[in-house]
């Protein structure tokens, strides 16, 4: 499950989940850890889904269990100025 947040400033934000846990799933279009042996491409057509949507919606996309992008984030408050 993706999650599309709207925020006040700044460009809608989708939390990918478990659809692409790092950014590698998303930039090689890499299908996430193992669960996906058996249906690379519905999780393949899950990416190519998030990164649409991301275009359409001039959206960024963060996927959940990468920390060296985690580390590329400001944090709070500064976040929020």
Known sequence: MSLF???????PLILCG???DL?????QE????LCWQD????ALASIRKLKTLARQARA???PNHDI???RTLRRFP???E
């Open 23 to 27: 950014a590698e799933n998303l930039e």
């Open 18 to 20: 478990d659809a692409a």
């Open 5 to 11: 947040v709207e925020l006040p400033k700044g460009p």
């Open 68 to 70: 060296a992008f985690w």
């Open 78 to 80: 500064d976040f929020h």
């Open 39 to 42: 249906g690379e491409d519905e």
């Open 60 to 62: 960024e996309l963060w």
């Open 30 to 33: 890499i299908a996430p850890g």
